[in-house]
């Protein structure tokens, strides 16, 4: 059953496998593979929400794609979300281009009559990449020192813009930023 949809930002692969380095060392260490068997993909979650339309968002999403370069992320600390689900996650360094790319996003979806959560707003949303979820609480302190150890920052392009559904994630489609490699 269906928890909701996300408009998700994805990486290139050299930052993306950064990502999943992070992913592996908490698998083996048995404290966390909740986002592995979901079989997501290191990504920076734009807007969730439990109703939105595919069909509608593909379309729009296609051409607020094309008017958008690749962007530089730096993903620059660790954090952690203040609630029950325990995640841990890499922060991207917040550039005025994130901030920027996030708030027209918002803008063209808000004129298609897209309702944005006030968590996802601009001036609330907060950027990261989640390296783990449901941690246990007594493990927490180990997860953060095993992700010390990434050498952080580690550093890359967002290079698409996608939809997915989640939970276990199904993606709906995706676009390459700026379409450069679309035929």
């Given at each position: 059953m269906s928890q909701g949809f996300a408009v998700e930002l994805y990486f290139d692969p050299?930052?993306?496998?950064?990502?999943?380095?992070?992913?592996?060392?908490?698998a083996r260490r048995q404290i966390s593979t909740q986002l592995i068997e979901i079989e997501s993909r290191p990504h920076i979650t734009l807007l969730s929400s439990p109703n939105l339309d595919p069909v509608k968002l593909e379309h729009v999403l296609k051409n607020f794609a094309s008017n958008q370069e690749p962007m530089l992320l730096s993903l620059s600390s660790?954090?952690?979300?203040?609630?029950?689900?325990?995640?841990?996650?890499?922060?991207?360094?917040?550039?005025?281009?994130?901030?920027?790319?996030h708030s027209q996003l918002c803008d063209v979806l808000k004129k298609e009559g897209v309702e944005i959560g006030e968590e996802y707003r601009p001036?609330?949303?907060?950027?990261?990449?989640?390296?783990?979820?449901e941690v246990p609480k007594n493990r927490m302190a180990e997860a953060f020192f095993l992700l010390r150890d990434l050498k952080l920052p580690v550093?890359?392009?967002?290079?698409?813009?996608?939809l997915v559904e989640f939970s276990p994630v199904r993606e709906f489609f995706s676009f390459v930023l700026g379409n450069t490699l679309e035929a």
């Amino acid at each position: 059953m269906s928890q909701g949809f996300a408009v998700e930002l994805y990486f290139d692969p050299a930052l993306e496998n950064q990502v999943l380095k992070a992913w592996n060392v908490l698998a083996r260490r048995q404290i966390s593979t909740q986002l592995i068997e979901i079989e997501s993909r290191p990504h920076i979650t734009l807007l969730s929400s439990p109703n939105l339309d595919p069909v509608k968002l593909e379309h729009v999403l296609k051409n607020f794609a094309s008017n958008q370069e690749p962007m530089l992320l730096s993903l620059s600390s660790i954090g952690s979300l203040p609630s029950d689900s325990n995640v841990l996650f890499l922060s991207p360094t917040p550039s005025l281009s994130l901030l920027q790319f996030h708030s027209q996003l918002c803008d063209v979806l808000k004129k298609e009559g897209v309702e944005i959560g006030e968590e996802y707003r601009p001036g609330s949303w907060i950027p990261y990449c989640s390296v783990a979820q449901e941690v246990p609480k007594n493990r927490m302190a180990e997860a953060f020192f095993l992700l010390r150890d990434l050498k952080l920052p580690v550093s890359g392009y967002a290079i698409d813009i996608g939809l997915v559904e989640f939970s276990p994630v199904r993606e709906f489609f995706s676009f390459v930023l700026g379409n450069t490699l679309e035929a």
